[in-house]
Nanobody, 119 residues
């Protein structure tokens, strides 16, 4: 099973920063979009940020101006820099990529990393 490897989550005080990383295995090729979702307890999973292969980005309104998504295509890695964190940012963060494994196109996910922001 193809899985992305996430790192960088943790506990931080409100106003602090964290940087999440997500590395996709080399078996995933023709990667187009890379991004992050999050799911807070009792809530639906929501899109946080996405970046296309051409570098076009899109953010949820709730994180715009505070979070920055970037990618390193040579490393098949996507990053999420999170600044000015708020308690409502507390969630499990999941990265994903849209790409191809052998001849099969699909969306591949990380295992999730916990981000907890204390007030």
């Amino acid at each position: 099973q193809v899985q992305l490897v996430e790192s960088g989550g943790g506990l931080v005080q409100a106003g602090g920063s964290l940087r999440l990383s997500c590395a996709a295995p080399g078996s995933i090729t023709s990667i187009n979009a890379m991004g992050w979702h999050r799911q807070a307890p009792g809530k639906q999973r929501e899109l946080v940020a996405v970046i296309t292969s051409g570098g076009i980005t899109n953010y949820a309104a709730s994180v715009k101006g505070r979070f920055t998504i970037s990618r390193d295509n040579a490393k098949n890695t996507v990053y999420l820099q999170m600044n000015s964190l708020k308690p409502e940012d507390t969630a499990v963060y999941y990265c994903y990529v849209s790409g191809r494994v052998n001849t099969v196109s699909g969306t591949y996910w990380g295992q999730g990393t916990q981000v907890t922001v204390s007030s």
